[in-house]
């Protein structure tokens, strides 16, 4: 959860965002031409597990007829391509280095509390000279002051929650005093409504140790302090998915469930163009990658990534080394720049037969791949819904956060995939990822797992084509905003 953070101007490859611009540019012509139905501010948390969904929503707003502009810290702003709809910098307090300048969460989060309000304030006021004044500010739910500052310009504000309904259900618990920290295995299974009996486990990291991560479980509760004063409260999710979850604590967390945010290109295809999320840190390898899939069987690859965030030790590093070598089986490997050197020596030169390592790519593409057979994963949510929304089989290693929650559904609700057991030390065996990579890829239970995942692929594309249920909470909102836009411009 960390800012995302450039190692430097270079880490933003002009040629290609030039090139999706080009490609997306016939879309922005559609949109202004389109009849202006609200202006609405995104304003996400500067790394890209939160960027990426909100900027998907942003270009959602956008393709139905609502001018969108994505609000950044400027040193991300960069980062951002998605040429049809505006960007504009807000400050952090930090612009020449981000959260690497502050070096501190507490000092971070303050200083882009008192920086953001003035500079997110003085952003509106630029717009309500314009012929497109703004009318609601879309604020992901880890930022709660834009909030305060949408209300005292007396526009709309929508809270945009990136993690499951479960896991916002259960924070909220806790929020309102109705569940006491920490969560102990004597004091569970946690029983909340809505919710299937989670065991210790299957909790988020912060609530089993809440001293491990103070700054970051104090941001996480943070998100529902003036929660009831937001206009809509919006949720990365969708009704077949999570809607009992999310009905179970809708009286202090009311949420619209509007999800998956993943690129249309994978989904209803309406958004033209759309085959990225539009921001990117690191320069991926797609092509070298997809030209080494071309060359395999349908369903015969592993795609494993940790995603941006998670950091393996060198042990774990290494287990995942043996059991992948061991399975026989061809893989694709994203292992950052940063975590190269843990690799085992002998490794490379010992797989090239059936394996490639990376240090990037598009997750996407990958997963939409035919020849990718199974999704090894932290089970982050944007990771999570990725995978189900491309109906690919998981195995499930998550480390920390909300991601042991999701790696539980992954496995015994959803029946999509299975969670790979740590041991003792918390490192998850060479023997038992080869279990997992078995019963995913091989046998009866993995025809099984491959239905599940292919129902609930079809779930996710039917949610968010037109008159699904999350696209008619997006219509709903829209329409809202457009009635509100004409009473404020006189129409």
């Known amino acids: 959860m960390k800012p995302l953070q450039p190692s430097s101007p270079h880490s933003v490859y002009d040629r290609d965002r030039d090139r999706d611009r080009e490609r997306e540019g016939a879309l922005s012509k559609e949109m202004e031409d389109k009849q202006m139905k609200g202006h609405v501010l995104v304003l996400p948390y500067p790394s890209q597990g939160h960027i990426n969904p909100l900027l998907q929503f942003a270009k959602r707003l956008a393709s139905k007829g609502v001018k969108a502009t994505l609000t950044t810290t400027h040193y991300t702003l960069n980062s951002i391509s998605a040429a049809h709809i505006g960007v504009e910098p807000i400050s952090d307090g930090f612009d020449e280095g981000g959260f690497s300048q502050a070096g501190n969460v507490d000092f971070y989060l303050k200083s882009f509390r008192d920086h953001g309000s003035r500079t997110l304030a003085e952003l509106i006021q630029k717009f309500s000279n314009s012929a497109t004044p703004v009318n609601c500010v879309v604020y992901d739910s880890f930022l709660p002051w834009a909030l305060d500052v949408a209300k005292q310009h007396g526009i709309y504000g929508a809270a945009f929650f990136t993690n499951s309904a479960t896991v916002c259900s259960i924070f909220a618990h806790i929020h309102h005093g109705l569940l006491t920290l920490p969560l102990t295995p004597e004091t569970t299974p946690l029983l909340l409504p809505g919710l299937p009996p989670l065991y210790f486990p299957d909790l988020p990291s912060f609530l089993r140790f809440p001293d491990s991560y103070p700054a970051y479980l104090a941001m996480k509760l943070s998100q529902y302090s003036n929660l009831n004063q937001a206009d809509w409260v919006f949720s990365n999710t969708f009704e077949e998915l999570e809607g009992k979850e999310a009905r179970g604590v809708s009286e202090i967390w009311p949420a619209k469930l509007i999800g998956p945010m993943v690129p249309s290109a994978y989904l209803d295809e309406r958004i033209k163009g759309d085959r990225g999320y539009g921001s990117s840190l690191w320069k991926p390898l797609s092509e070298e990658c997809i030209e080494w899939l071309e060359t395999k069987p349908s369903n015969s690859v592993v795609y494993v990534s940790f995603g941006s965030m998670v950091s393996l030790s060198e042990e774990q590093i290494a287990e995942l080394a043996w059991g992948l070598k061991e399975s026989n089986m061809y893989f694709l490997w994203v292992v950052r720049d940063s975590e190269q050197q843990n690799l085992p020596k002998w490794f490379l030169d010992s797989v090239q037969e059936k394996g490639k390592v990376v240090t990037w790519c598009n997750q996407l593409e990958m997963l939409a791949h035919r020849t990718v057979g199974c999704f090894v994963t932290h089970c982050g949510w944007n990771s999570t819904l990725e995978g189900l929304s491309l109906g690919v089989p998981m195995i499930g290693v998550p480390k920390w956060t909300d991601q042991l929650t999701d790696a539980k559904f ?82």
Not at 464 to 478: L, M, P, Q, R, Y
Request: charged share 40%; hydrophobic share 35%; with cysteine.
């Open 410 to 491: 992954v496995e015994e609700i959803w029946e999509i995939g299975v969670r790979a057991k740590e041991d003792e030390v918390g490192v998850v065996r060479k023997d038992e990822l080869l279990r997992c990579l078995k019963e995913v890829m091989e046998g009866d239970k993995s025809k099984e797992i491959k239905r599940n995942a292919n129902k609930w692929r079809d779930s996710a594309m039917k949610t968010i084509t037109e008159g699904g249920s999350s696209d008619k909470c997006i219509d709903e909102f829209v329409q809202h905003l457009m009635a509100s836009y004409q009473n404020l411009n006189g129409l």
